[in-house]
C-alpha cells in the first residue's frame, strides 16, 4: 500500500486548511486511515483516524476542529482542519491500519506534509 499526501502550506491563525491522503495498492486489506502529526522537537502524535466503516476519533487536542472523512471510492482520506492554533504546526503524516490492526496504529505511512500555521 501507498500512501500521497498533500495539501501542506501556510495558514493565519484562526483559518483552515484541508489535507487529503490517496491510496493505492493492495486497498483491500485496509481498514482504517488516519493523521498523525510531529512539532519540531516532540514525539509523533496521533490526530484522528476513520475506519472504512466511518467509525472516527480524535485526539482531544484537536476535536471540534478538526474532522476526518473518507471517500472509499477514491481510497482518498481527508482532514478538514478548522480553527487553527500556532499549537497545530508540524509535519502531518498519514497512515493506513490493515484489517484486525488496531485504528490508531499505522502499518503503513505517507511522506509528511508541512503545516504552517503563523501570522
Known amino acids: 500500500v501507498q500512501l500521497q499526501a498533500s495539501g501542506g502550506g501556510l495558514v493565519q491563525p484562526g483559518g483552515s486548511l484541508r489535507l487529503s491522503c490517496a491510496a493505492s495498492?493492495?486497498?483491500?486489506?485496509?481498514?482504517?486511515m488516519g493523521w498523525y502529526r510531529q512539532a519540531p522537537g516532540k514525539q509523533r502524535d496521533f490526530v484522528a483516524t476513520?475506519?472504512?466503516?466511518?467509525?472516527?476519533d480524535y485526539a482531544y487536542a484537536v476535536k471540534g476542529r478538526f474532522t476526518i472523512s473518507r471517500d472509499n471510492a477514491k481510497n482518498t482520506v481527508y482532514l478538514q482542519m478548522s480553527s487553527l492554533k500556532p499549537e497545530d504546526t508540524a509535519v502531518y503524516y498519514c497512515?493506513?491500519?490493515?484489517?484486525?490492526?488496531?485504528?490508531?496504529?499505522?502499518?503503513?505511512w505517507g511522506q509528511g506534509t508541512l503545516v504552517t500555521v503563523s501570522s
Open positions: 495498492g493492495s486497498i483491500f486489506t485496509i481498514n482504517a
Open positions: 497512515y493506513a491500519a490493515r484489517q484486525g490492526s488496531s485504528w490508531h496504529m499505522g502499518d503503513y
Open positions: 476513520i475506519t472504512s466503516a466511518g467509525s472516527t
